[in-house]
């Protein structure tokens, strides 16, 4: 299928050697079943993230949980809804730890697309759903492959910051130490209004935008939260 093909060449071999392993089949098999049996599943393109930031480009690593439920609103890139949707929940918490953290103000468009393009992959640990239905597609084979995608953005050698956001996130954290100590990693909880501001370690507050732009740019990399 189309939506496999024509990646960058750090993340293709990566795709394809999962699509030829038994969770790649299972998850493939599973989203025909699921489709033909008239599910509504979204995003319709669930790899749009790696298209718009290539692997060599990587300098910052967000991951999510799964992708939004609603219609309209998943677009490939987690946590970003497409330019005229309104921001949902989680999204709205993000912007209001930019504010926070950065005195950004909250941005006319609620797409992170800008971010994408500036080298910050936006990647959920499964990557698609049904409509109405949570998490409906976790346990499927999409964290095979997430799984390998994180490793490759660690074991490529330049720096990068991983924001491992919600438990489903945190638990790719033994994936990163494994390829060395290079990476700084974040954690906070999910910014959905249900962990947001829930102890131990809560996103609003988290300051994890400001500290990813320090530690970058002690080592010459300059990012950019501008959206």
Known sequence: MSEWLGLDGGWQPI?????????????????????????????PEPLRALRLT?????????????PYHGAGQAEGLAFSVPDGVKAPPSLRNIFKEL???????PPMSASLLPWAQGGVLLVNTVLTV???APASHANKGWEALTDALTLAAA????????????AHAQAKASV?????????????????????????APFIGCGHFSQAAAWLAERGVRLDWAL
Do not use: C
Not at 99 to 105: A, E, S, V
């Open 54 to 66: 290539p692997l060599s480009q990587t300098r910052v690593v967000i991951l999510g949980q799964d």
């Open 130 to 132: 049904e409509e109405a």
């Open 155 to 166: 074991a490529e050698t330049r720096p990068k910051v991983f924001m491992l956001w919600g």
């Open 15 to 43: 795709v394809d050697a999962w699509r030829a392993s038994p969770a790649g089949q299972q998850l493939q098999e599973f989203l025909a079943q699921r489709k033909s049996a008239g599910a509504t599943v979204y995003p």
């Open 99 to 105: 504010q926070r953290d950065l005195g950004q103000q």
């Open 176 to 200: 990163i130490a494994a390829a060395g100590p290079q990476h700084l990693i974040l954690r906070a909880n999910h910014p959905s209004p249900l962990s947001a501001l829930r102890p131990p």
